[in-house]
């Protein structure tokens, strides 16, 4: 299985500033994504981040609030702009091992955000 | 669309129970559906996965049991343990032939076990 690593594990940020999360594999992986999971609630997709090109996002999130990168197959940035208190959540990467397609995640980035 | 329901927000057993979880997904074209526990304070552990040209899978423990005809999704912990507290979540791939791409996770059932 593949070991995510993503930091800040957690920050507390004033409102209308922005916030990059940086997301780290120890092995070879295959897709990226990044999940949002608001307080007590379930996880839902915000992007898939695309090695080298533009990620690709779902409904409801848009590239100049979640910025990602993706510069290399097992590294991966998400920034969380211009922020407000709705944008309080925890922010996942998340990755799929070679071979076995299972998606792995990390810690987990615990933004509040006053 | 996918959507995936919940049928119980919580879960209280005793210790050496066994546990159920269940969930219910709409689109009967998915193809592939998984299990996750999540502790608190930590991302979510992949736990078992099934897809839908079987029925049942068993892990160490767990068992997931996939009935197609009603769209009805278990997870069965057998012998429950203090440790295997957490929420847990199934999640579905609502695509023919998916992978883990564009996961749909449902709310998540907290399981306590009592000692």
């Known amino acids: 299985s593949a070991v995510i690593s993503q930091k800040p ?16 594999v ?12 608001q307080p007590g609630q379930s996880l839902t997709l915000i992007a898939t981040a695309n090695q080298g090109s533009e990620a690709t996002y779902e409904s409801g999130f ?15 940035t998400l920034t969380v702009s211009n922020m407000s208190p709705e944008d309080s959540s925890i922010y996942l990467c998340s990755a799929t091992g070679r071979g076995t ?7 987990g980035s615990r933004l509040t955000v006053l | 669309g996918e959507s995936v329901g919940l049928h119980l927000p919580t879960l209280s057993v005793q210790e050496g129970d066994n546990s159920i979880i269940n969930c219910a997904y709409s689109n009967s074209a998915s193809d592939y559906f998984i299990w996750y526990k999540q502790e608190s304070g930590k991302g979510p552990q992949f736990i078992i996965d099934i897809r ?8 160490q423990r767990v068992t997931v049991l996939l009935n197609k005809t009603v769209k009805h999704l278990s997870l069965q912990i057998a012998a429950t ?24 996770f449902g709310k998540g059932t907290k399981l306590t076990v009592n000692p």
Do not use: H
């Open chain 1, 62 to 76: 848009v590239i100049d609030k979640f910025p990602i990168s993706r510069p290399n197959l097992t590294f991966s």
């Open chain 2, 52 to 59: 839908s040209n079987m029925d049942k899978r068993q892990g």
């Open chain 1, 9 to 24: 594990s957690r920050d507390i940020c004033q409102r209308g500033t922005s916030l990059t999360i940086q997301c780290q």
């Open chain 2, 81 to 104: 343990q203090p440790g295997d507290s957490a929420v847990y979540f199934c999640a579905v791939s609502p695509r023919p032939q998916g992978g883990s791409e564009k996961l749909v």
């Open chain 1, 101 to 107: 397609g299972e998606l792995f995640f990390g810690e």
């Open chain 1, 26 to 37: 120890d092995s070879q992986v295959t897709m990226m994504f990044w999940y949002r999971q």
